[in-house]
């Protein structure tokens, strides 16, 4: 899947799934722009990422708690580079974990604005340069509770959901012109939020991160959590020009834990 002709914008990109993505696209000969809110980490990833084309990184500063100022971030390159993405992935961290019941009216407030609000601006911002290439690609990185809600996840499950839906409407306005909008879903991936969940639980119910593992690995079929690299590979996938008529899907990446068809 050869990706040099392409620009890819990746949000949260310097840890875990979003430096996954961005690491697999750059692989594949694409020019990756890097979106986060830590410059230094920016810096050192976009350093690292592979250059097998030749293809120029860089990245944008920018915080998903403040969804004005990313737009102006986003909308200030692309008049600088008015060739735009052809590939943009959205990507950002979940919510705390708790109750939905529990969770601060707040909370919901911040998640829609991290996950809806952002993905909206970044869709807004890059689509005009997708229709004139007439090649577009939009890949949401959501959860499998989009197909299942997870228990002590209730402002996660209600945001991911959200985007679902949003994602599936936008793939259905946006067919026409070249561009499919897909989202992939992460079973229980060791990321940093993997071991942020699983240590947050241990501490609620005196149980050891490992007891709490093992009982995890029990609902996966493969017996085993997945890599941020596993996820990258199917966003790549779904990125290029072979998954053309992908569209307004949801793909697990869970080892078999979702259950439902």
Request: proline share 7%.
């Amino acid at each position: 899947m050869d990706l040099l002709p392409y620009r890819a914008l990746v949000g949260g990109s310097t840890q875990g799934i979003g430096r996954a993505v961005a690491q697999a696209l750059a692989e594949r000969g694409c020019a990756v722009t890097l979106l986060a809110r830590n410059e230094e980490r920016l810096r050192e990833t976009a350093a690292a990422l592979p250059t097998p084309g030749e293809a120029r990184h860089n990245y944008l500063v920018a915080d998903f708690d403040d969804p004005s100022h990313l737009e102006t971030v986003v909308q200030g390159y692309l008049a600088e580079h008015p060739e735009g993405f052809h590939i943009l992935v959205n990507n950002t961290g979940g919510p705390p974990g708790g109750p939905l019941l529990a969770a601060p009216v707040e909370a919901l407030r911040i998640a829609f604005n991290q996950h809806i609000v952002c993905n909206h601006l970044l869709a807004q911002a890059v689509v005009p340069g997708m229709q004139a290439a007439g090649y577009g690609r939009i890949i949401n990185i959501i959860s499998t509770s989009v197909k299942v809600p997870l228990p002590g996840l209730g402002v996660s499950n209600t945001i991911r959901g959200a985007v679902a839906s949003w994602a599936k409407t936008l793939a259905n306005e946006l067919g026409p012109h070249g561009i499919t909008v897909n989202n992939v879903l992460p079973g229980a991936t060791l990321t940093q939020r993997h071991h942020s969940l699983v240590e947050k639980k241990a501490a609620q119910t005196g149980q050891s991160a490992e007891a709490i593992e093992a009982e995890m690995l029990k609902l996966i079929p493969a017996r085993r959590f997945g890599l941020a690299e596993e996820v990258a590979a199917a966003v790549t996938f779904l990125a290029s020009p072979a998954a053309g008529y992908i569209n307004g899907t949801s793909v697990p990446v869970d080892g078999g834990r979702t259950g439902s068809l």
